[in-house]
């Protein structure tokens, strides 16, 4: 028996997604269209999400504040090779987990998920005063480090891996082949989607980062994007419309990032998860 009220369902159930794909959206469009109008235009009232006069010098003009493309050369580099180390480990120890059996291999995993619960806020000054020790303040390395453990990566590529057959990595064993080669062979070529959502979710998180950047550099030309917006908010009054710009540009290498592994993303956090 076919569902008479199934068409006008489907139409609300559109009508709504596209409501709230407005609403989510509007911030966006709203940030795009501010960095294109002078300051006072930003705050008028009633607001014109339409700029009357398209000010593409905002664009230029935020390099007079601080050096922004040393800043975005910074963010771009330290999230890429946070996200490419992250991946790496996190898929190692993920395997490890999963299907290489040891004797406290599940009270060990929970261990390690229990540092999940401890926030960062918690480990940032003794993690501070390690790496003044080790004299990586001030480095590009002292940025990258701490990025690279991730609980959260490792239980998210865990749950991927414990789907994937134990049959195929016994016929590779027996075949001779290493846990290496199986690792590099199989698990990592049969893990696409989750690492892909894992490297949206690390590339984000290193992007966007604050406060460790702001306390392990004081060199300037060390200093990531997040830190150089933040400069352009002023303590008496704001130039809004440079802040956009700012903005716009900080938005675009993620959007290019998930625009590249959308696919893999949504196949990922549908696939992952659903084994304990």
């Not at 159930?13 to 509007?26: E, P």
């Amino acid at each position: 028996m076919t569902d008479k009220y199934l068409p006008y369902r489907n139409l609300l159930s559109h009508l709504i997604l596209i409501v709230a794909a407005i609403v989510l959206m509007f911030p966006f469009v709203w940030m795009l269209s501010g960095s294109f109008k002078d300051n006072l235009e930003v705050v008028r009232m009633p607001p014109n999400l339409i700029p009357d006069t398209f000010k593409f010098s905002n664009y230029v003009e935020i390099t007079k504040f601080f050096p922004i493309y040393r800043f975005l050369g910074n963010s771009v580099a330290v999230s890429i090779v946070t996200t490419a180390a992250q991946i790496v480990v996190c898929a190692m120890a993920a395997f490890v987990f999963a299907k290489i059996p040891f004797r406290g291999r599940e009270t060990l995993f929970v261990l390690y998920l229990i540092t999940m619960m401890i926030p960062m806020q918690v480990t940032m000054t003794p993690l501070f005063i390690v790496f003044q020790k080790l004299h990586l303040t001030n480095t590009y390395l002292g940025l990258i480090l701490p990025g690279i453990f991730s609980a959260y990566g490792t239980f998210l590529l865990r749950q991927h891996i414990m789907t994937i057959p134990d049959p195929l990595i016994e016929a590779a064993r027996m075949d001779g082949a290493s846990y290496l080669r199986v690792f590099m062979s199989i698990i990592l070529p049969l893990s696409k989607p989750a690492l892909a959502t894992l490297a949206i979710f690390a590339f984000m998180a290193s992007w966007n980062n604050f406060l460790w950047p702001l306390i392990i550099t004081s060199d300037k030309e060390l200093m990531t994007l997040p830190i150089g917006l933040s400069k352009l908010q002023g303590r008496w009054a704001t130039e809004w419309n440079i802040l956009m710009a700012g903005n716009v540009i900080s938005f675009i290498p993620i959007f290019i990032v998930f625009l590249f592994a959308s696919r893999y993303f949504i196949k990922g956090m549908t696939m992952s998860g659903v084994k304990g």
